[in-house]
């Protein structure tokens, strides 16, 4: 379980070390005043991705004070991403067209809120955390696209592409609240899609009121490849000349293999 | 059940690849096609990247062609040395065509060409097939078929040098003709980034007039060595097979194409000529609504060509 952050304390001198104590220690009474505290666990923190992995489930659960409205983001590193655009060749065939670069784009990005992100947060809170579709369309830089028209069209057929595949998810209806002993305790489960790949994922939950963040939280899931996924596909990526042989080798000694099962089972003769 | 492909990234219920593999495997064994474009199509729909469902098909097709390839040398259906001839033909062809390929990118059409070329050969390839053979399904009914037509082109022909007897298949052709026609399929199924069986079975049928069954064993044999090099050069360059996929299709596969080379034996050429069009056509026909149907998705993974 993790909670808000706290800064390091750093430095050998004696003066440094009493600067050091002194901010801390203003840090804690300012934090106390905006909130209690924020709390946030992951269940399945760790995804492994083996032989029959289909996907996962991860919880997100943690305490917050009564009366906050919540948001959790999970969301991949930033990177970018090469598509392929289609569009209508002499009016007529639809085939593709070039190939677009989104920029600063998460492979994966979910937002799960109490309510509405609209209703509960501005937008310059929305802009400044990266929450939600309409802040992501000014984070996400797209290339070549000659006018805002055709960037906002781009964007949201980027935004259908990554909901098709369960990689981007905005909801307001998965986070369920309790509250006890003046605390409010809060829950979310949701599906890890199998398409999304080895990574680390970030996962913050963010206490909102009056349409401000006031507090945050963050911990992280990892999903990694082990056993025989990790061996294969690292062997693919780095080992392709021996990869290729015994791909072939493999497919060869199938096929011979079936025709000699064939043959003593009389099937062709 | 599912298992995790590690190249493609996803996951997938085992049944799906085993039967769409036993199904083209079929296809294989019955006509000797590859089936690439059948299958790199429904991988694709499945969710496999596109540039992983094609060199991880060439694999599939490494085992299929082989299983159907051993079905039909036992039964005495394959030319080996047409089969070489084409090869070589079909390697220098596959040279230039991915030349073509890259002028094509650097023009910046490339697309529309491919796409274009796709239907043309397929539409002209499959309406022939299916006219010639009913006709002479009709024919002969009717009378055996007139002893000798020769054109002009068939008496130049022979003048050719390097003359050769390619006993398996009862004909006489100069060694360059098939070289020359290898080469051609070479370049357009390097255009298309297929394997090119579609486009072989009706040059070896049609021009090299070899019998439908020893064209069927024939072509098998030479895409066996096509799709063993594909796939070494995707492993090799791209890092694109997914080796688990592969397995899961070629269960499937190996045991369709001995299923069709036994299927094969029990039906006529020509009967072979007419289902093999009919399949044509109707691939030709989704690729036309493809392109004039509005897709779902505006945006798809970059790779290929």
Not at chain 1, 1 to 19: D, H, N, S, W, Y
Not at chain 1, 218 to 229: D, P, S
Not at chain 2, 111 to 117: E, G, R, S
Not at chain 2, 241 to 248: E, K, P, Q, S, T
Request: charged share 15%; proline share 3%; net charge positive.
């Amino acid at each position: 379980m993790r909670k808000a952050q706290k800064p390091e304390v750093r430095g050998q001198k004696l003066t440094c070390f009493f600067i050091a104590v002194a901010a801390l220690l203003g840090f804690i009474a300012f934090g106390s005043n905006v909130s209690a505290e924020l709390t946030i666990n992951a269940n399945h923190s760790h995804i492994t991705i083996d032989l029959f992995y289909n996907g996962s489930t991860v919880s997100v659960s943690g305490l917050s004070d009564a009366g906050t409205d919540l948001i959790i983001k999970i969301a991949a590193k930033d990177g970018h991403e090469m598509l392929k655009q289609k569009g209508k060749a002499a009016g007529l065939l639809w085939m593709n067209m070039g190939t677009l670069k989104f920029e600063h784009a998460p492979n994966l990005y979910f937002i799960h809120s109490t309510k509405k992100i609209d209703d509960i947060l501005s937008m310059e809170e929305m802009n400044n955390y990266v929450i939600g579709y309409s802040a992501l369309s000014k984070h996400i830089e797209i290339a070549p696209v000659t006018n805002d028209e055709e960037r906002t069209r781009w964007f949201s057929e980027f935004i259908r592409y990554k909901e098709a595949s369960n990689l981007y998810v905005v909801s307001s209806e998965q986070i369920k609240t309790t509250n006890e002993n003046g605390k409010q305790k809060y829950y979310m489960k949701t599906d890890w899609p199998y398409q999304a790949p080895p990574g680390e994922y970030l996962v913050t939950v963010y206490a909102v009121k009056d349409k401000k963040i006031i507090e945050k939280a963050e911990t992280k899931v990892l999903v990694e490849q082990v056993g025989i996924i990790k061996m294969l596909s690292g062997m693919a990526a780095n080992n392709g000349t021996m990869y290729g042989i015994i791909s072939i080798a493999v497919a060869l000694g199938a096929g011979f293999g079936v025709g000699m099962v064939f043959r003593k089972g009389g099937g062709a003769h | 059940m599912y298992l995790y492909l590690p190249v493609a990234l996803t996951s997938i219920n085992i049944i799906i690849p085993i039967g769409l593999g036993l199904v083209v495997g079929l296809l294989s064994g019955l006509f000797g096609v590859g089936g690439g474009f059948l299958m790199t199509p429904l991988l694709i729909m499945l969710g496999i990247p596109a540039t992983v469902a094609a060199a991880t098909d060439s694999n599939q097709i490494v085992a299929a062609s082989t299983s159907g390839t051993y079905a039909h040398w036992k039964i005495g259906n394959v030319d080996f040395k047409m089969g070489f001839h084409l090869l070589i033909g079909g390697f220098i062809g596959g040279l230039f065509g991915v030349q073509a390929i890259k002028i094509l990118v650097a023009m910046g059409n490339a697309d529309f060409v491919i796409k274009m070329t796709y239907v043309l050969m397929l539409g002209i390839i499959g309406a022939y097939m299916l006219v010639e053979s009913l006709n002479s399904m009709k024919k002969n009914k009717v009378e055996d078929a007139k002893p000798e037509k020769e054109s002009g082109v068939a008496r130049l022909l022979k003048f050719l040098p390097l003359q050769t007897h390619y006993e398996k298949s009862g004909v006489i052709h100069s060694a360059l003709m098939p070289i020359v026609l290898g080469g051609f399929v070479g370049v357009l199924a390097a255009i298309m980034g297929v394997g090119g069986g579609f486009l072989m079975v009706p040059v070896m049928v049609y021009i090299l007039r070899m019998p439908m069954h020893v064209v069927v064993g024939t072509s098998l044999f030479q895409i066996l060595f096509n799709s063993i090099e594909v796939t070494f050069l995707q492993a090799y360059t791209n890092h694109n097979v997914d080796f688990m996929l592969a397995v899961l299709l070629l269960l499937g596969s190996t045991i369709g194409a001995q299923v069709g080379a036994v299927f094969g034996r029990k039906l006529k050429g020509e009967q072979l000529k007419v289902i093999l069009a009919v399949i044509v056509l109707v691939v030709t026909v989704k690729i036309i609504f493809e392109l004039t149907m509005a897709p779902s998705l505006l945006l798809s993974q970059a790779g290929g060509h």
